[in-house]
């Protein structure tokens, strides 16, 4: 038996070296040679895992993570992915740590990387802030590498930032490809990544940017819809524009869910909060007014209010193609009747797609591993297999 | 030297087939058979790691720990256990984790359970809630595997319910087995499981439960004793009843702790809340009806001071078989004197017994070692002898 | 290539055999040739880390931590050694931990050690407790041992008490052997170690004394210096003179910053409560007299104040030998205009020597490793270089 012979045949096809020794930011800094490696390795960890085959390529070595907004399924999938390739997951909490007032970034990053192999950052929270911070990690230390107080570079994984999402986007795409049985068959679907209403006020806007970011690159017609005042970031919209435009889909914005729905293969019904009165928001955070982000978040709350209609219900999932898209989350959703009075989905509607969201999750943990895979094994088709010829058991006995 | 020869002969007159691939929710769930190979195996495992002999069957892969109530000694021997045999402890804290109000038990149990060989779960605050909770996760992860979510089913390990705390009176068992040499020396002693007061209220009834539910099985002399309307689960009494008549030992119920103690070879006096006023207190918190928690928890504090004579001293220690008796205490223990004004123990008696509470307590790691080893190694007689001639030093050099 | 080899042949000149076994309190318990052998082995372990060969001595166990004090420095050095060696980390969280109240040192020393080849612990608040605190659990596990409740004795790692930081220190030394070129280079240097202000209140004694209480026995001329009143351990400054004595260098106390820099090649400028002080502060928190505590703090603030000008500026390091000491400190630091209207260190001063600073901290988790590495392992010579022959990459491919 071979089994990793075709990842190995298709990672061959594909240049990738550029990944060795490489962070992973945000999708779009990325060639389309490499997220296709990026989805092989991620298939194959997940291939030796099921035959019971050891990926463990560190004997030891430690995985930080830091969390600045709370996770669970992303917590889970960083520990996963790490304890799979032998690291051992530190996290910093940083209400548990000695960071002084005004400790600058560079000395934090230095000080938890001793023998930090990958960090992971997850800080989601302000407009400019937490790609900036994970940036100024990364530099960190590989200034302290080439100084000489670190003897290697971590390889920063991005677990979520202010700008995208891109171990959930990728995970959602490896969904779509198995679902659809091949990356050549999403070209042509119809994906509508729209606006959803939820009770809560200041989601995150990685997740709709994430999307439209990675999923226009794939010959696919990239819908987005919300209603007005929840743009997200102009630049991302720009960005992809041109991808669609590149892959051979496209990229089209309306103002209705149903318009967004209608004949769609995929829907992504999510609530985000408007990108302006996010910047908002960080600009009070960083004033300490706390009065301003109360009257702030009663507005945006009255807002989201008006907009109580647009809901992913049975409905709107009639009008998709056949009525049969696939229904995505990267879940909590807010489910209507559930989790609260009325939410982003009807019951009815999560219900039957739960399976297929509790799967399109279980990809993160393998997308994560890739990511540390190929950006700490220079030859990954040759590891795979020897990895595979090795044949250590994951599970003796 | 082959350590492991008559641990894996034992085993081979055992049948524990059904233990592979299932959970440990209660000791009355497994047959006599089964509870023997868990205490071979744990004595195994001891053995093994007395002789600097690793008992690593797990390269990598979690073990997610749940702890809804505070814990050291469980806490530090679940990670022992795991530690053990290879995996890395991943705690679910609920307070750091996204986890949606409303979010299913399914949803959350999938979401930890990426790479999780085992899950181990303490919810012993409220009745009918904490085993209910056990077999929703268990149920979750099964359906998760079936759907493909999840590679592996991870084994559900019960480090405490409303109903049972098998881990630690596993290990009380253990401990007992040691000190008398041998289960068949268990045959005829008498053990008195008492009540005795504590300053403070609420303490789970999982212990006397687990105690009389699991020490019937052995041809003892079993006696419950508590003030008037400190009653245990009614059911669990049944089975004690009929278990012991089975086992040819009894099952009794007196009124004093006196009686109780008389020529007991065993003593394991300790406090605990009415199971009423527990199923009480469920229902309030439920309403989340602060003022009558309040009142309650006023009332039974109340109730307990009218028993503050229910303490094991030295009076009461002579009252049992050459005044020796085992004395045992799932710890921490109230100790008069030293933690509290008046408490279940007098500090020379706990005194006394320090080291072998100690020792009881030591069985713990084993006893949770062994039950994952025998739900995720199909052979373990096999498996141990293996173990032994692999031959890899826990500790090199 | 003998990679080793240097190592070995120094360590096999050094009489380090009662390391084995046993704990790591105090520098000044340990003799001249065992903290040579410490040096060693940190450098011996870096070297095979920096070569991609494991150190890995343990398949596994754990390493308990205990922070009662907040940290990251010395949390992820912690980490990263014992990693480095193969065992994972377990801390002991007591807010999270059922440690009643009244529990026993021995106790709860006892029920965290199950598995435990090392426990870790800061406890460096009050004056009289931190080392009394680790000297109870390592008597208890001691006992624990003997009595048959834990297979191994855990070594303990004084991570820093209320008298030394040993870890610190002894990466500190490290780093100036490093720097200066090897051991015998230290000799005749002059080192400065001074009090230096900062607007926070309360900061432990234990590098000042760990400082001195080490740098003296490498034949160097140490000088202390510090504002009236804020003197530290008496029995430390005493026993600084009779190692400074002995090694041929000098130990003196003078008045002045300035005095203490001049010509100095090592200066170590640095904030720390006046011991007297910390003993009345200890006294208060046993008393639970909070307003005692809060007019203590007011008035340290308030002599603390008196002494801004005890600033590492520009011109006082102009004063060192050649303008070009070495600039120490243990992070974080109070640095002017960045953390700190006014602190402990000018932000020019900073700047120039940060890389220093953070090689310096890198050595720290080396020291740990090495600490526990010749606690464990019987013949460190030997196991160093079966390290090298064994050849296990630490990253494979």
């Known amino acids: 038996m071979n089994l990793m012979e075709p990842f190995a045949a298709r990672l ?18 990325k060639t389309d040679d490499e997220l296709a490696a990026l989805f092989t390795v991620a298939d194959a960890l997940r291939c030796l895992r099921e035959n019971n085959i050891s990926a463990r390529v560190f004997d030891s070595g430690l995985a930080v993570s830091l969390f600045r907004d709370n996770s669970t399924r992303t917590r889970f999938s960083f520990a996963s992915a790490c304890n799979l390739l032998g690291l051992e997951v530190q996290d910093l909490d940083e209400s548990k740590s000695q ?13 938890i990387s001793f023998m930090a192999d990958v960090i992971g950052i997850r800080d989601d929270m302000y407009i400019g802030k937490g790609h900036a911070y994970q940036k100024a990690v990364s530099d960190a230390v590989r200034q302290g590498h080439q100084a000489g107080i670190l003897e290697q570079v971590p390889t920063l994984v991005n677990l979520q930032c202010d700008i995208d999402h891109p171990t959930q986007c990728c995970a959602d795409l ?7 049985g091949g990356v050549e068959n999403l070209r042509g679907k119809k994906v509508a990544m729209t606006w959803a209403y939820s009770p809560s006020y200041g989601k995150p806007l990685s997740v709709p ?14 819908v987005l819809a919300h209603p007005e005042g929840y743009d997200v970031f102009p630049q991302v919209e720009e960005l992809a524009a041109k991808q669609a ?27 985000w909060a408007p990108f302006a009165a996010m910047e908002q928001r960080t600009e009070l955070y960083a004033q300490g007014d706390t009065a301003g982000i109360a009257a702030l978040e009663t507005q945006l709350l009255a ?12 409905r709107r999932m009639a009008l998709t193609r056949n009525g049969k898209a696939l229904y995505l989350h990267c879940l909590p959703a807010d489910i209507t009747g559930v989790s609260c009075q009325q939410g982003e989905v009807a019951a009815s509607v999560f219900d039957r797609y739960r399976t297929s969201l509790y799967r399109q999750v279980s990809f993160k943990p393998y997308i ?9 094994i220079k030859d990954p088709a040759a590891a795979l297999q020897a990895l595979e010829q090795r044949g250590a058991a994951r599970k003796t006995f």
């Open 12 to 29: 061959s096809t594909l240049d990738c070296a550029a990944m060795y020794g490489d962070d992973f930011f945000l999708t779009w800094d």
């Open 209 to 222: 940017q994430g999307v439209i970011g990675l999923f226009t690159r794939f010959g696919m017609d990239v």
């Open 303 to 314: 807002q989201n209010a008006r907009h109580t209609d647009w809901e992913c219900d049975e």
């Open 174 to 180: 490896l969904h779509m490809i198995h679902t659809f």
């Open 99 to 111: 960071i002084a007032h005004g400790e600058t970034v560079r000395e934090t990053a230095n000080m």
């Open 245 to 271: 435009a590149a892959s051979g889909g496209s990229f089209t914005k309306v103002d209705t869910m149903d318009e967004a729905f209608r004949d769609a293969d995929v829907v992504y019904p999510k609530s």
């Open 368 to 376: 994560i591993a890739a990511m540390i895979f190929l950006s700490k």
